[in-house]
């Protein structure tokens, strides 16, 4: 089955700085990646996706990019905020009506 | 839109007693609705999906006697902790598949905190 490794497990940047979480997939019949912000105490929050045809998405200071061919996809926050500090978790869906496989999550420290 | 809402938000119970957790969607129709336990700083751990007006499929490990799902409509699931013990406590978090969106958008609910005494 999918498996998604999600790498680093803690990052800290200086406010104003830029971030990038990093995720590999298994499954080359992957076609939805999506990035998910969860906050403490809360569910995750949909942040951005992508689909397996794009090479890249941006909405606003996120973007995401995917390279099909190396079965990785990073998440990229520019112009960070204390607020952006939270645990990001990057997702695969195997193809079909399977359920996300998640990574293993990103606690990311926002330093004012 | 694409809210899903869950209730209660927090819930402490006594060991033995069971528990039921609501997640609705608000504004659309989730024909498939996932159920999900996280512990302390980790990842989201799938227990089962739950089709609407189906059995809902477990994941390996996972006692369906013990945590009963029921979905009943396209915009509610519930689930319910039987017999609970201190090992089940935990945040639950629900999620729906946005039906007939083109790559089934995948949206979570805010999360209940069990806490069994």
């Known amino acids: 089955g999918e498996n998604v490794e999600q790498h680093p497990s803690t990052l800290s940047v200086q406010e104003g700085d830029s971030a990038v979480i990093k995720c590999t997939y298994s499954?080359?019949?992957?076609?939805?990646f999506p990035w998910y912000k969860q906050e403490l105490g809360k569910g995750p929050q949909l942040i951005i996706d992508i689909r397996s045809n794009v090479g890249e998405k941006k909405d606003q200071r996120i973007a995401v990019t995917l390279n099909k061919t190396a079965k990785h996809f990073s998440l990229h926050i520019t112009e960070t905020q204390p607020e952006d500090s939270a645990v990001y978790f990057c997702?695969?869906?195997?193809?079909?009506?399977?359920?996300?496989?998640f990574g293993k999550g990103t606690r990311l420290s926002v330093i004012a | 839109g694409a809210v899903v809402s869950q209730h209660p938000s927090w819930v402490i119970c006594k060991s033995g007693t069971s528990v039921k957790i609501e997640c609705r969607s608000l504004d659309f129709q989730a024909t498939t609705m996932f159920w999900y336990r996280q512990f302390p700083k980790q990842s989201l751990m799938l227990m089962a999906t739950s089709n609407e007006g189906s059995k809902a499929t477990y994941e390996q490990g996972v006692e369906k006697d013990k945590f009963l799902i029921n979905h009943a409509s396209l915009t509610l699931s519930t689930l319910t902790v039987t017999s609970a013990h201190p090992e089940d406590s935990s945040f639950y978090i629900c999620?729906?598949?946005?039906?007939?969106?083109?790559?089934?958008?995948?949206?979570f609910g805010p999360g209940t905190r069990l806490t069994v005494l």
């Open positions: 997702a695969a869906r195997p193809s079909g009506n399977t359920p996300l496989v």
């Open positions: 999620s729906a598949r946005v039906a007939g969106a083109p790559y089934n958008e995948q949206f």
């Open positions: 499954d080359s019949a992957s076609n939805y």
